[in-house]
């Protein structure tokens, strides 16, 4: 009988994870396997495919503009996850306060994401228009002379494409500081207080060390959709 008591909640539970589990493997398991091994076939889908093993690697690796798109988003990498998780940090640290609207601003705040990249791409790009974009008017109108070439200049469209990322994805990294900031329990806050610590130091002492661990979460996540990068530099900039 205990037998039978013991293997039922593992039943149930398979049965409730079975239509995940086949999405899962149906989109993404095999997707992944198919790609893997068509990597070492050359040809056309749907035509005839002929097995050239670790050609496409070697052609791959023997590639200058690889090495380049690499660095590149080496780089995007490193200037976008500090940024975004910073950002996602403070935003979250501002909606938790006890601000009037904070409410409204969290849906303002995480709206951007459910938007497409395509939107995205497609805002920014005419916001940082030479001659009769917004930020060129704001330029303009602070008294900037000339006209500058937001997404014809390196610099500069690095500098277009963090920031459509940031308004794009800093919502989502502030939801999940904000549900990590509610965790905490208020009792470490006011032994704090009663310690005589001041709002710096109770950021430093109590609220960074209990979000350690989400943290670590949203720098991981951030760095893994950061290597994703393509829609943003090939929308905004071609």
């Keep these: 009988m205990a037998e039978k008591t013991g293997r039922a909640p593992v039943a149930a539970v398979l049965l409730l994870i079975a239509p995940f589990m086949v ?8 997707p992944l396997a198919a790609g893997l091994a068509l990597s070492f076939f050359d040809g056309s889908i749907g035509g005839e495919m002929l097995f050239v093993g670790l050609k496409n690697y070697l052609r791959l690796l023997a590639d200058g503009i690889f090495w380049r ?5 080496v780089l995007f990498v490193v200037i976008s996850t500090p940024v975004m998780t910073g950002v996602g940090l403070g935003l979250a640290l501002l909606v938790d306060s006890r601000l009037r609207g904070s409410t409204v601003l ?3 705040l995480f709206a951007p994401f459910v938007l497409s990249i395509s939107v995205i791409s497609s805002i920014w790009a ?3 228009m030479p001659y009769t974009g917004l930020a060129s008017f704001i330029c303009h109108r602070l008294g900037v002379e000339g006209e500058i070439l937001w997404l014809n200049t390196p610099v ?3 500098l277009v494409i963090v920031v ?3 308004w794009w994805t800093v919502g989502f990294n502030m939801v999940l500081f904000l549900a990590g900031l509610q965790e905490i329990p208020g009792y470490l806050y006011e032994a704090a207080r009663i310690d005589g610590a001041g709002r710096w130091r109770r950021f430093w002492d109590v609220t960074l060390p209990s979000l350690k661990g989400l943290l670590m979460l949203v720098v991981a996540l951030q760095v893994i959709a950061s290597f994703k990068l393509f829609g943003q530099p090939f929308l905004i900039t071609g």
């Design 23 to 30: 999405f899962y493997l149906l989109f993404t398991v095999y």
């Design 69 to 73: 798109t690499l660095g590149n988003t």
């Design 106 to 108: 969290r849906t303002v």
């Design 126 to 128: 005419y916001i940082f």
């Design 156 to 158: 500069w469209a690095w």
């Design 164 to 166: 459509a990322t940031v």
